[in-house]
């Protein structure tokens, strides 16, 4: 029964040779989701601005402030949000590889 399960074209691995191939799968999907977090936090500071941008100007033309006024506000907010959520984006990776760093050259140490 389980020979006729099995697929004729089927290529198998001897079990360290298996090992060997799921690390390697696992260290490039980890790699690939990384680089996509960061597009996805890229998109999110986006629609945050393009949100926070929307909503100033129509508090502005709410309380009936002159156009100029009202462009003005808003890309000064635009331009705060988009500045700050990049600082953040770029701080936090900084972070997370000077702690990946430090790990390593603590593992290093250790061993």
């Known amino acids: 029964m389980k020979d006729g399960a099995k697929n004729g074209n089927q290529f198998l691995l001897p079990l360290d040779q298996r090992e060997a191939v799921e690390r390697e799968v696992e260290t490039r999907v980890a790699y690939r989701l990384r680089q996509e977090a960061w597009i996805w936090r890229f998109r ?29 506000a808003t890309v000064l907010v635009a331009a705060a949000c988009f500045g700050s959520g990049m600082l953040l984006l770029g701080l936090s990776a900084g972070a997370s590889r000077s702690w990946e760093a430090l790990l390593a050259r603590y593992r290093r140490w250790w061993s």
Request: aromatic fraction near 6%; hydrophobic fraction near 65%; charge should be positive.
């Open 44 to 72: 999110l500071i986006t629609v945050e601005t393009i949100m926070m941008a929307t909503l100033i100007a129509a508090a502005g033309i709410i309380l009936g402030k002159t156009p100029f006024a009202i462009f003005r």
